[in-house]
């Protein structure tokens, strides 16, 4: 328990803090690049997710896809990409959106088909036309599970940009790689407390958020959004 | 392809411990869940406290399957005691990982099961113990068997991030790789590596096959339509 002691002496060393180096800025980084991987991942994936979910065409395609897509490992993805664009942001982040795209995918179909057929047809037999079913009925009561998808989006990119940090981009990864070097398990220790604590305060941030889109109609009904955990 | 010649001898052994080290994850993940499952799926509704301790057990769960892969290999050693290039290090992450996969998975997969055919076993006069074994969990099987295959892809998946603390799995040849701008070599190690997720995924359907057999039976009757003859 000493390296509890020793990491939380390292977090509050106002030295820490200071400079290109310090954690404001690689912590800045990591949300950044965090951000900018679910920005592009959503943009694919959601109108692909909510046209699969919809016409229900292409779903076992997008199952083999997402499910082939995981057994690739993110440090050698993220590598080769490097290797083979050079360095600089763009490879890595075309590692990163690869990876995110199936959970954001599977949640977003996912997402649509859980909605109720019958409420489809009501939907329908009041004279809505698809695109305004698929807009005002099943985005809107499907949208706790398709913020389920950009949630373990969102995690998975922390971890990989954690991961991608042995490349020159900074991040909060960084703290692990230089320590690992100078074998300072101290600012190993404190590297990761950072990264964990960063990846539990966006999961934490995005459970509110899945309860928060349960539409008021299906909260006063009773029903329990399927995404949200009990 | 010299290089792939010259270091055949290397690339085996990385293989080797990449695989050797994914089974022990995956089966502790398994034996531990299904204890841990029942007792989520059990006491999933509150009862005397205002928790219930299935819904505890879930959400921590959720929450270790949030921490990022390498600051968890990283803070164990300081919690465990154990050395930073001890390999007991990634097994137990690797393990809790998994766990926290499975426990979902055999919770959600026992209350799959039917509560008519529950009933039905305690109708015929089996125990609990009994009812368990032979009528929930092997109904439960098609569930348990798809959650393991996920646990199994990404534990082979996780395992080449260990080589970044020196545990040399097939990860190895992607920071070596990097350090001699060796694209080759990369490649040959995400080659590797999902080869050998693939090879585990084969394993787990045959496993499945055999101790089920059962699930095809009922695959085919959903396929064909139930009392129609099967086609082929």
């Known amino acids: ?230 | 392809m010299i290089w792939l010649q010259q270091n055949a001898g290397m690339l085996w052994g990385l293989t080797l411990v990449h695989a050797g080290l994914s089974i022990p994850p995956i089966i502790l993940g398994f034996v531990v869940s299904l204890p841990l499952g029942w007792l989520a799926y059990r006491f999933r509704v509150p009862r005397h406290a205002k928790i219930a301790f299935g819904g505890v057990v879930l959400t921590a769960g959720g929450l270790l399957y949030a921490i990022p892969s390498l600051a968890l290999f990283m803070v164990l050693p300081g919690i465990l005691g154990t050395s930073i290039l001890d390999p007991v290090n990634v097994e137990v992450a690797l393990t809790l990982y998994a766990i926290a996969l499975m426990v979902r998975t055999t919770a959600d997969a026992l209350a799959s099961v039917e509560p008519d055919v529950r009933d039905s076993s305690k109708a015929l006069g089996l125990s609990g113990w009994q009812s368990f074994w032979r009528v929930e969990l092997p109904l439960a099987g098609g569930p348990l068997l798809a959650g393991l295959r996920v646990v199994s892809v990404s534990t082979v998946s996780l395992l080449s991030v260990a080589a970044v603390i020196g545990v040399n799995t097939l990860g190895y040849l992607f920071l070596d790789g990097l350090q001699r701008d060796f694209p080759l070599e990369v490649s040959v190690g995400i080659v590797g590596s999902v080869v050998v997720a693939a090879v585990f995924d084969a394993v787990l359907v045959l496993v499945g096959r055999l101790a089920m057999p059962w699930q095809k039976a009922l695959r085919e009757s959903r396929l064909t339509g139930v009392g129609e003859a099967a086609a082929s």
Do not use: C
């Open chain 1, 1 to 230: 328990m000493i390296w509890f002691a020793n990491a939380f002496a390292w977090l509050a060393d106002p030295a820490h803090y200071a400079g290109v180096n310090g954690i404001p800025v690689r912590l800045g980084q990591h949300v950044a690049y965090t951000g900018i991987t679910l920005v592009i991942a959503a943009a694919v994936a959601l109108p692909l997710g909510f046209l699969i979910g919809h016409t229900g065409k292409g779903r076992s395609l997008a199952v083999q896809v997402s499910g082939g897509l995981r057994s690739l490992p993110t440090l050698g993805l993220v590598i080769v990409l490097a290797l083979l664009l050079g360095l600089g942001i763009g490879a890595p982040m075309i590692a990163l959106v690869i990876l995110a795209v199936p959970p954001v995918l599977a949640g977003a179909y996912s997402g649509v088909e859980s909605v109720d057929p019958r409420v489809v047809d009501a939907a329908r037999a009041v004279g809505m036309t698809g695109w305004q079913v698929l807009w005002r009925v099943e985005v809107p009561l499907g949208l706790p599970l398709v913020i389920g998808g950009l949630r373990s989006a969102a995690l998975q990119a922390i971890a990989t940009w954690t991961v991608a940090a042995v490349l020159p981009l900074g991040g909060l990864g960084r703290y692990i790689y230089d320590a690992i070097a100078t074998y300072d398990y101290t600012e190993m220790f404190a590297g990761s407390v950072l990264v964990i604590v960063l990846a539990l305060v966006v999961d934490g941030l995005f459970a509110v958020l899945q309860r928060l889109v349960v539409p008021r109609g299906v909260v006063a009904a009773g029903g329990a959004p399927a995404a949200v955990p009990a």
